[in-house]
């Protein structure tokens, strides 16, 4: 079993719908996450991150953690084209710990939004 | 004008040939990474330096080494041992170790053999 489970999709949806994206966990140790979006033949870049639980927005978009159920989300309102790429959950144990280096990854949800 | 670089963007290389990577960045940033991404796979990590002249192997090391002569630079070889070379590979750099450790990623290289 994988540490990090992400719909692959791909998920395809009309201009101005909303869009949840989630990722599931099994290490409890997990405290920082974050949400990177990559466009086609790019390199990811960081979209939003989150410590513990709770919600963070920013414009459209909105995460979420809810560590209770290891379960995590992206929202984003209003869909536009220009949103559309794959979206990549990551995740890190806290720094004092051995593997803090290291960021564990999800398998990216490939999104299209159409005009 | 801040960043990582990686070249060459493209790569073809024969079976049993090694070849080499590159990455740069001007983030003056401490540690540096290297992904392979495959389709359905996310990102693996390959290899990390948290400082010049030391390295560590991450999840899929085998196949590959690295150097860290300089801080700006991470070449990463793909040797012939690496059985099933042909993907993506991506650099990335973060301010290290510290806080939310966010990791800036270059445009990658795609490699294929022939």
């Known amino acids: 079993q994988k540490e990090v489970e992400q719909d692959p999709g791909p998920l395809s949806v009309p201009e101005g719908a909303i869009v949840s994206l989630n990722c599931t966990y099994s290490n409890s140790a997990f405290q920082y996450f974050m949400w990177y979006r990559q466009y086609s033949r790019k390199g990811p870049e960081l979209l939003m991150y989150?410590?513990?639980?709770g919600n963070k927005e920013d414009g459209r978009f909105t995460a979420q953690v809810d560590k209770s159920s290891k379960y995590i989300s992206l929202f984003i309102r209003d869909s536009q084209p220009s949103d559309s790429a794959t979206y990549l959950c990551?995740?890190?144990?806290?720094?004092?710990?051995?593997?803090?280096?290291?960021?564990?990854f999800g398998s990216g949800t490939q999104l299209t939004v159409l005009p | 004008d801040g960043g990582i670089t990686q070249s060459p963007k493209y790569l073809f290389r024969k079976e049993g040939q090694n070849v080499t990577l590159s990455c740069e960045q001007n983030l003056n940033h401490d540690a540096m990474y290297w992904y392979r991404q495959d389709p359905g796979q996310g990102l693996r990590l390959i290899y990390y330096s948290q400082i010049v002249n030391d390295f560590q192997k991450g999840d899929i090391a085998e196949g590959y080494s690295v150097s860290r002569e300089k801080k700006e630079s991470f070449p990463l070889t793909v040797t012939s041992a690496q059985k099933n070379p042909t993907a993506f590979y991506l650099c990335?750099?973060?301010?290290?170790?510290?806080?939310?450790?966010?990791?800036?990623f270059g445009p990658g290289t795609r490699l294929t053999v022939l």
């Open positions: 990551a995740m890190r144990t806290p720094r004092d710990s051995g593997s803090a280096r290291q960021l564990t």
């Open positions: 989150t410590y513990s639980s």
């Open positions: 990335a750099s973060s301010i290290a170790p510290s806080g939310l450790n966010e990791q800036f």
